[in-house]
């Protein structure tokens, strides 16, 4: 059994920054893409940004230019700097994992709060 363990969020004010990481809990697994998704109450979950073991990235156009993800494939981590933060930016976040001949895994979520 494979877990996400998530970290760094809490509360920040507007235009300040964060970084989430989020590790699997077995290293011995190849993990295909990895990412970050956000959702508030009564909303969809939304993707925030993706990045494939070769280091291709893909980002929501709200999160561009503020955002950037980067990974370790060593370690399985995955991770996401966000800077410039917005209130609208609030919400928990999800990392997930494509692990190979597995599927997916999902993180159990972390608050972030962007809040004067």
């Known amino acids: 059994q494979v877990q996400l363990l998530e970290s760094g969020g809490g509360l920040v004010q507007p235009g300040g920054s964060l970084r989430l990481s989020c590790a699997a809990s077995?290293?011995?697994?190849?993990?295909?893409?990895m990412g970050w998704h956000r959702q508030v109450p009564g909303k969809e979950r939304e993707l925030v940004a993706t990045i494939s073991r070769g280091g291709s990235t893909n980002y929501a156009d709200s999160v561009k230019g503020r955002f950037t993800i980067s990974r370790d494939n060593a370690k399985n981590t995955v991770y996401l700097q966000m800077s410039s933060l917005k209130p609208e930016d609030t919400a928990v976040y999800y990392c997930y994992a494509d692990i190979y001949l597995r599927g997916d895994y999902w993180g159990q979520g972390i608050q972030v709060t962007v809040s004067s």
């Open positions: 077995r290293s011995s697994f190849i993990i295909n893409a």
